[in-house]
Structures are given as structure tokens and as C-alpha cells.
């Protein structure tokens, strides 16, 4: 069975950084698209970036995430990273990851919206202090 684990989270004050990882089993690599999204208390599901699998080096970036937010992956462990740089408290949030499949109708154009994935790990909170 397809499993996500996210880690990574904790408290940092603002300026700081966090690295977060998202470790992925139980599917051939390739087949899925990962995905970075969050979500605050009261606030919509927002997406951050899109891998097109652990081995890819390509991402799609949300506008309001590039630059502070950086994706990448590590083939060898089949493991999904994001570099957060620069956090504010606004950034504070349960952070998840996501799998979907890679069929040429939905990737990458739904990639970042976070409808209809497939997979989604249980979420690693984010907190950043003022």
C-alpha cells in the first residue's frame, strides 16, 4: 500500500528555515507526481509545489512559494524535500504531501490544486513565532 510520511516540522522563529521531507513506498516512482500543500486552522488547503516524481528534477512552483519555497527529490530514497527559507508567521500550518498519478490529462495542470490525489500523508505542523 502507497504510504507518505511527512517530517520535518517543529518551531522556528521568523526568518528561520525548515527543511521538510516527505518519504514515499509502496509504488513504482515514476508512476506518481508529488505534491507540498498546507493548511491553517480556518484557512483553504493551499498548494506549494509539484515534483514530477521522486527521480525529477522539474517543479511547479505555487507564485505566492517561489523564491522563500524550494522542492526537490532524492531517487536513491525515493524521498521528496522542501527548503522553507525566510518563514513569517503566516507560513505556520499542517504541511502535507501527496501523491497522484501521472496521467497526461492532470499533470501538471492540476498538480498544485490539490483536487483528486490520490495518496496524502497524515501532515507535519509548521509553527513560526514572531
Known amino acids: 500500500e502507497v504510504q507518505l510520511v511527512e517530517s520535518g516540522g517543529g518551531l522556528v522563529q521568523a526568518g528561520g528555515s525548515l527543511r521538510l521531507s516527505c518519504a514515499a513506498s509502496g509504488f513504482t516512482p515514476d508512476d506518481y507526481a508529488i505534491g507540498w500543500f498546507r493548511q491553517a486552522p480556518g484557512k483553504e488547503r493551499e498548494g506549494i509545489s509539484c515534483i514530477g516524481s521522486t527521480r525529477a528534477t522539474r517543479v511547479y512552483y505555487a507564485d505566492s512559494m517561489k523564491g522563500r519555497f524550494t522542492a526537490s527529490s532524492d531517487a536513491a530514497k525515493n524521498t521528496v524535500y522542501l527548503q522553507m527559507d525566510s518563514l513569517e508567521p503566516e507560513d505556520t500550518a499542517v504541511y502535507y504531501c501527496?501523491?497522484?498519478?501521472?496521467?497526461?490529462?492532470?499533470?501538471?495542470?492540476?498538480?498544485?490544486?490539490?483536487?483528486?490525489?490520490?495518496?496524502w500523508g497524515r501532515g507535519t505542523q509548521v509553527t513560526v513565532s514572531s
Open positions: 501527496a501523491a497522484h498519478r501521472r496521467d497526461s490529462s492532470w499533470y501538471p495542470f492540476y498538480c498544485l490544486s490539490g483536487d483528486e490525489y490520490d495518496y
